[in-house]
Each structure stands twice: as structure tokens, then as C-alpha cells.
């Protein structure tokens, strides 16, 4: 196992066009999260898996973002009608989360899909 | 809400200088606090977790609830330490809220 791995590394693309992008995460987590990062700010949350079951979403993902862990696996982000302000680096990071609040020992972060919408 | 403050953007520092980077939090629960590092061209890593209350390539950071701040320190910078940093605090669902970052540079 390699870590958490996303494809593609660079996405260049024509507003209004959609996009997809796919994250592996390390195979025993149960937990996969999808964060975006614009220059200047930290990793900001979109959104969680626990297994296939997605359990949050915060408000920065508007309805054109998606997101489906079908089998509790990887994962894909998809971004429909795409804007300008969605230019930034998709993060994709996954934990293990065990019934014992101790049992989280961080984020395993993958390298990212850097985003650009012209 | 919670929400995470690393006042400064950059901190540039000599070899062998101390390092304290800065980072206050606001939550109401009882806080977990992360430190994870990037360096140039490489992915965000977990650093260190102040439950551990461990020391990772000579850096600490110890919680202070009173001041609300998860202050990360190395007594002698090196030039490998140059990276960007972020505190992290996981707010209800372990989910991580980022601070903005403070970019490192170690001069020789």
C-alpha cells in the first residue's frame, strides 16, 4: 500500500465543462475526507465518508459538487458546471477511526488534484 | 464554532535560532490539537497530536487551555525544518479544521 492516491495530479479545464476526480485511500481506513485548498488558506472541509455512508457535508460544497464511496473504497469528487472560484487543490486524506477516541491517530493526506477552471 | 489562528503567514528564522509557531483555537468542547507539516513538494504529513504529548524531530507543542493556543517550538531550527505548517483542531466527528498556515524558512 502506497498511501492515498489521487488521479489525476493537474486538471485543466473550460468553465462549464464538468470534471471528475478519484481518490484511493489507504485500505484499512474506514473514514475518507475531501478538503480543498486555495492559496494562502489551509485545507478547508468538504466532505466525509464513513465506509460508503457519506456523513457530512459542509456548506462549501454546493450542489454541484458530489461525491459517492460506492463500496467503501476509493472515492470520486465530482464538480459539475465548473466556475473560476473552483480552482484550487482537491485534497483527499483518510483515517482510521476506531470506537476509542484515541484510536484516531491523524490524517494520511494524498498529494492532491490541482484544479484549474479558464 | 471553532475555528483555528495561526497569526503569522512567515516566519523566517537563522539556523540554530529558536522556533515557536504561533496558533490560538476557539472551541467550546474538549480540544484535540495536530500539527502537520508540508514540505516543498511533498504531501501534508501528520507532525505530531498533543494527546501523544511527544516530540517529533525536535519539535513539541504543548496544550494550554487557559490560553486557548497549541503553540509548536523547537529550540534549534535547522534548514530541513523549512515547510509550511498547519495546526489542526478536530471538532465533533473527528473532522479536522485547518488553520491558514505559517510558512518556515531556516536561513543557513
Known amino acids: 500500500d502506497t498511501g492515498v492516491s489521487q488521479n489525476p495530479r493537474h486538471k485543466i479545464t473550460k468553465r462549464g465543462q464538468n470534471v471528475t476526480f478519484r481518490c484511493d485511500p489507504i485500505?484499512?481506513?474506514?473514514?475518507l475526507y475531501w478538503y480543498r485548498q486555495t492559496l494562502g488558506q489551509g485545507p478547508e472541509f468538504l466532505t466525509y465518508?464513513?465506509?460508503?455512508?457519506?456523513?457530512?457535508k459542509s456548506r462549501l460544497l454546493s450542489d454541484r459538487f458530489s461525491a459517492e464511496r460506492p463500496k467503501g473504497s476509493f472515492s470520486t469528487l465530482e464538480i459539475q458546471r465548473t466556475e473560476q472560484g473552483d480552482s484550487a487543490m482537491y485534497l483527499c486524506?483518510?483515517?482510521?477511526?476506531?470506537?476509542?477516541?484515541?484510536?484516531?491517530?491523524?490524517?494520511?493526506f494524498g498529494s492532491g488534484t490541482r484544479l484549474t477552471v479558464v | 464554532a471553532q475555528r483555528v489562528t495561526q497569526p503569522e503567514k512567515l516566519l523566517s528564522v537563522f539556523k540554530g535560532a529558536p522556533v515557536e509557531l504561533k496558533c490560538n483555537y476557539s472551541?467550546?468542547?474538549?480540544?484535540?490539537l495536530f500539527w502537520y507539516v508540508q514540505y516543498s513538494r511533498q504531501r501534508l504529513q501528520l507532525l505530531l497530536r498533543h494527546i501523544s504529548r511527544e516530540s517529533i524531530k525536535g519539535f513539541t507543542a504543548d496544550l494550554n487551555k487557559g490560553e486557548t493556543s497549541f503553540h509548536l517550538k523547537k529550540p534549534f531550527a535547522q534548514e530541513e525544518d523549512s515547510a509550511m505548517y498547519y495546526c489542526?483542531?478536530?471538532?465533533?466527528?473527528?473532522?479536522?479544521?485547518f488553520g491558514r498556515g505559517t510558512s518556515l524558512i531556516v536561513h543557513p
Open positions: 486524506a483518510s483515517s482510521f477511526q476506531g470506537r476509542d477516541s484515541r484510536a484516531n491517530y491523524g490524517y494520511t
Open positions: 465518508f464513513q465506509n460508503e455512508a457519506q456523513l457530512e
Open positions: 472551541y467550546s468542547g474538549s480540544p484535540e
Open positions: 489542526a483542531l478536530n471538532r465533533g466527528s473527528y473532522i479536522p479544521t
Open positions: 485500505s484499512e481506513h474506514n473514514r
